[in-house]
């Protein structure tokens, strides 16, 4: 089974910092998924990524395979990016079907 | 893109009484389906999933049961609930094993 870890767990900011999440896992992996889910409860899928860095926004993510390690990045955070993000990986070994091990998940409360 | 349908969005039911959550996809064809589960303050647990019609694989022992009746049809039910099934459910859908998870918006059950 492929073991998550995401630090920190909590998370508090002033609106306009700079924030990062960190999540490292266990088993060599072909993706990483970055989840958001707002306080209603609702999960979005921010990115997906194998390799590098991508960038949506103000959102930026990047993995390095070699360390087993990824970051989730916000610049200039606002109020509105309260919530807890996820990271989530596939599952080890054999046909995993697509399922993934999530990450306890990060609440990131951002103060105006 | 995926849409995800999920109904109803908050339940509370008598233990003892039967469960039907009803999930629906938009935008792909034969998807991966699955339910998970998020117990207050806890991780996503994945209770089943399914790769097409038919065919449902369960991931814990439980009061649970899942079915997929059509492509993009999946459905969570239970003939007697138990208060430990209280929690936030969640559908999602995945176009392939590689390919990002869309989320439903997820049902808040309450067990009482």
């Known amino acids: 089974k492929n073991e998550v870890e995401q630090s920190p767990q909590n998370l508090t900011a002033q609106e306009g910092e700079f924030i990062t999440i960190n999540c490292s896992y266990s088993?060599?992996?072909?993706?990483l998924h970055w989840l958001q889910q707002h306080p209603g409860g609702g999960i979005v899928s921010l990115f997906m990524?194998?390799?590098g860095k991508k960038k949506h926004g103000r959102l930026i993510a990047t993995i390095n395979i070699q360390e087993k390690h990824s970051s989730l990045h916000i610049t200039a955070s606002h109020p509105r990016d309260s919530a807890v993000y996820i990271c989530?990986?596939?599952?080890?070994?054999?046909?995993?079907?697509?399922?993934?091990?999530f990450g306890q998940g990060t609440i990131l409360t951002v103060h105006p | 893109s995926q849409t995800i349908h999920q109904w109803p969005a908050t339940l509370v039911q008598p233990v003892g009484s039967p469960l039907s959550l009803e999930c629906t996809v938009e935008?792909?064809?034969?998807?991966?389906l699955y339910w998970y589960r998020q117990a207050a303050g806890r991780g996503l647990q994945l209770l089943f999933y399914?790769?097409?019609?038919?065919?449902i694989s369960s991931e814990v022992p439980q009061n649970l049961s899942a079915s997929r009746p059509q492509d993009r049809q999946f459905i969570l039910s239970s003939k007697k609930l138990l208060l430990s099934d209280s929690g936030f459910y969640l559908c999602?859908?995945?176009?392939?094993?590689?390919?990002?998870?869309?989320f439903g918006n997820g049902t808040r059950l309450t067990v009482t």
């Open positions: 999602a859908s995945r176009s392939s094993y590689n390919s990002p998870l869309h």
């Open positions: 088993v060599g992996i072909s993706a």
């Open positions: 990524l194998s390799s």
């Open positions: 989530a990986v596939p599952n080890a070994g054999g046909t995993s079907y697509g399922k993934l091990t």
């Open positions: 935008g792909t064809s034969n998807p991966n």
């Open positions: 399914s790769v097409g019609i038919g065919q």
